[in-house]
């Protein structure tokens, strides 16, 4: 279809897309139903929390217009449409940085006239970019060999990467990451490497992922027989009824010491596998050839070790595909995931996740509480409660439930834990992270006692959750993980939940627990990682009484917080170092290690310090109040007083400013929190940006009334409009703008909405100029 240029650019993108790049795309023989993807959401874009609210910022969504594919699991190109007011390379920019998370060689841009063409893999002599007619795209063929060649793919390995996805007819596909780390697996078991590494944050899917390249090798023919490898039953149970279930009657999992040869996907633990005897090792009844493929769960625990046990079981089938993933590869003097498995094939860090807006954001509460920074020295000849004498040193924060016990430290810490569950929402999942098993019950009992009344009301509302609970901890562990469950709504643990726990909605997470090792830490915090928006899960909290959190600035953790509360400079000075931990096998440690606890009651301890700290839109961490954060970010759009009521005043509607504000961080519900509930949106970024006296949105309303503004309307239009400034000074200014508010009390006794706006009104815009003649009024005086 050929239109006049004038009338071309009176069309929509969408008309663009429809009516010129589109048929030329199918002209050039690509298929419009398996190789052309309209509106491709690639990253939904990143949670910004400030105080208790969160929003996403949706300026930083990546949307691709098209994505091209050789087969539906091979994206080999983007392309970026604009409408015909822009020129043809205007969306080149958007495309490459598409191409880039996507890893395609080719980015395309149009507006309708033609193409331009960003090749990243140019042959010799050829240009990177050149301009293309609507009748010169590349065709499939074209592409697909750029893509095997940018990717060095030999012809003998694509018909393994051919294979499709699983499809459950849900619509459900993977995510550009998954895509990304299932295509690099599958090129690498095509060229032959049995030995792949998968590096994946938590709460990324790597379960899910599996799944797929597993799935996509098993129906190609590359693997029959498969073992999946995990160390914790938890891990292997939630896998079989969920990202494997498609597998059905071809898998089992591994029980009473027998490998049954009848299956083809095989599930098991370690541990039933092997052992220190002989006997033990079940991986020896069946041949070394037996499985074509292992995956290895959480390999950076006990397959990375040499000495390991595990490790045994890899090397006596070596001959299979073997895969490790991670969210935390291990390389230290005496353990290396890379050394076995080799550099990873894909990585995808936490900090991406949430820069993306796949993984949950978080903030982070430290306190330091007197008796751990300070240091505590016994009274000469003190005895502990079994009367038992007290060391004459000083005992501090590395001591603390480790050799010594403070009852009352307990008893602050599950208030503390309590307060800001009060605060916010006592019902919101939260783990707590104790020394050992016998703190980890101290702790349940001390929380108990915090919550009062809920804990007497909901026996099950807090639960040790530890490796000596047997069944009853299975089922309250089930309990907790499962969102539709209710209770527990506290698991007080030392190491069962610290990996591989599928907590979707755990909005709290409390460090009591003396944390050095960076794989532990990066495990922890991932129990909070995972976004459930249909359970209103945005981001989680760490709550840190144990200095664990130092470990965010290790420029190993590649995530940053959102919020840091953390000690003034005045403050005592750091605690010693703790003893560094054991390697981490992630048993229980015992609660007898020949040391006996001292158990003392009636020693005062205190919360010393707390310090707020943000970070600012260029991920750098910000010390200063959420006040201050406000005004500058609000002085970056508006420089002046001047500059902000023009833009204010001259705003159809003032919710695009206060969206604009909230995409910056700025939320006003937190303002208020801190200036006042009472004043409007525009009084508090004037009194926080400029210093200005602030007014109450029902001051400006009576000023309003004052001036005698409704007598030049009738009676039904004069009614409607005391009752809308009625609501502004109740609610704000977003609630007028919105003509919902006219199904509300009183106007229901009005009219309908349709018919207030077309009868007392005149018709729709008519209203909307009544609204904005009716905001000019209420912010009359700024003008001065």
């Known amino acids: 279809m050929s239109l006049p240029p004038r009338e071309k650019k009176n069309l929509s993108e969408s008309d663009i897309c ?14 419009q139903f398996t190789q052309i993807r309209r509106e491709v959401t690639l990253t939904p874009g990143p949670i910004i929390v400030r105080g208790n609210m969160s929003s996403r910022n949706k300026k930083k969504k990546k949307f691709a217009d098209y994505v091209l594919s050789w087969e539906p699991s091979l994206p080999v190109a983007v392309l970026e449409a604009k409408d015909n007011n822009h020129s043809i390379g205007h969306g080149m920019q958007q495309a490459l940085g598409y191409a880039e998370i996507m890893q395609v060689p080719t980015a395309f841009s149009s507006n309708g006239d033609g193409f331009e063409q960003h090749n990243k893999h140019p042959s010799a002599g050829e240009e990177i970019e050149t301009s293309l007619s609507l009748t010169a795209f590349p065709d499939p063929q074209t592409l697909w060999a750029r893509y095997k060649s940018f990717r060095r793919i030999e012809d003998g390995e694509q018909t393994l990467l051919m294979e499709p996805y699983h499809d459950d007819g849900s619509g459900k596909e993977p995510r550009y990451y998954q895509a990304e780390a ?35 090798l098993w129906k190609a023919g590359a693997a029959k027989r498969i073992l999946f490898l995990a160390d ?26 027998r ?10 633990l370690y541990q039933s596998l092997t052992g220190r005897e002989e006997r033990d090792k079940t991986f020896k009844t069946v041949s070394p050839d037996f499985f074509d493929l292992i995956v290895v769960d959480e390999c950076h625990r006990g397959s990375a070790s040499e000495n390991s046990e595990w490790r045994e079981i890899l090397e006596y089938f070596e001959g299979a595909i073997q895969i490790g993933l991670t969210a935390t590869p291990k390389e230290t003097k005496d353990v290396s995931s890379s050394t076995y498995f080799g550099e990873p094939a894909y990585t995808y860090s936490l900090k991406q996740g949430i820069e993306d807006g796949f993984l949950a954001p978080y903030k982070v509460v430290k306190i330091d509480i007197d008796k751990d920074v300070e240091g505590w020295i016994p009274p000469l000849g003190a005895i502990d409660d079994l009367g038992n004498p007290l060391e004459d040193r000083q005992y501090n924060q590395k001591d603390m439930d480790r050799l010594l016990v403070l009852n009352q430290r307990t008893k602050l810490v599950a208030a ?67 969102p539709e469950s209710k209770f527990p709504v506290i698991a007080t643990t030392s190491e069962m939940l610290t990996t591989g726990v599928d907590a979707k909605t755990c909005k709290l997470i409390v460090l009591d627990k003396t944390i050095t090792s960076m794989t532990t830490f990066k495990q922890i915090i991932g129990r909070g990682t995972r976004v459930d928006e249909e359970h209103g899960k945005w981001y989680f909290t760490i709550m840190d009484f144990k200095k664990a959190t130092e470990l965010f600035n290790d420029p190993d953790f590649d995530g940053e917080a959102v919020v840091v509360y953390e000690p003034d400079a005045n403050d005592p000075p750091e605690p010693p170092d703790p003893p560094i931990d054991p390697e981490d096998d992630h048993s229980e440690p015992p609660d007898s290690t020949g040391i006996t606890k001292l158990v003392v009651s009636g020693v005062e301890v205190e919360i010393i310090a707390e310090r707020v700290s943000f970070i600012g839109p260029d991920g750098a961490l910000i010390t200063e109040s959420y006040k201050e954060f406000a005004r500058k970010q609000i002085l970056t759009e508006f420089s002046s007083l001047d500059d902000f009521i023009r833009k204010w005043n001259d705003a159809d509607k003032k919710a695009a400013i206060i969206q604009e504000l909230e995409e910056h961080g700025i939320l006003l519900e937190n303002l208020a929190e801190e200036v006042g509930k009472d004043f409007g949106d525009f009084d508090l970024l004037c009194h926080i940006a400029y210093d200005q006296p602030p007014l109450t949105r029902a001051e400006r309303a009576k000023n309003v009334k004052k001036r005698n503004y409704f007598t030049k309307y009738g009676d039904e239009a004069r009614e409607v409009l005391s009752a809308l400034l009625d609501k502004y000074a109740d609610e704000g200014v977003r609630t007028i703008e919105d003509a919902r508010v006219l199904r509300l009390d009183p106007f229901d006794e009005i009219g309908t909405p349709v018919e207030i706006i077309r009868d007392v009104f005149g018709g729709k815009e008519q209203y909307e100029q009544v609204i904005r003649e009716l905001e000019q009024q209420i912010y009359k005086q700024a003008d001065g």
Request: glycine letters at 6%; aromatic letters at 8%; a positive charge.
């Open 182 to 216: 299932i295509n690099r697996t599958i090129e690498a078991v095509a060229k032959g490497k049995n030995r792949v590494l998968l590096v994946m944050a938590t709460g990324t899917g790597k379960t899910y992922t599996t799944f797929q390249i597993i799935w996509r």
């Open 18 to 31: 429809d009516l010129y790049i589109t048929p030329a795309l199918k002209r050039a023989g690509w298929d």
């Open 232 to 257: 914790r039953n938890i891990l292997v149970d939630q896998t079989l009824v969920n990202d494997f279930k498609p597998f059905g009657s071809v898998m089992t999992k591994i029980g009473s010491r």
């Open 259 to 268: 490998i049954d040869p009848s299956y083809e996907i095989h599930l098991g």
């Open 416 to 482: 503390r834990v309590m307060q800001l569950l009060n605060a916010t929402d006592p019902f919101s999942k939260t783990i707590i992270f104790c020394e050992d098993i016998d703190h980890a019950e101290r702790m349940r009992k001390a929380i108990v006692n915090a919550a009062g009344q809920i804990a007497i009301d909901n026996p099950q509302y807090v639960r040790r959750i530890t490796g000596d609970t047997k069944e009853d901890g299975k089922a309250d562990l089930d309990n907790f993980i499962d």
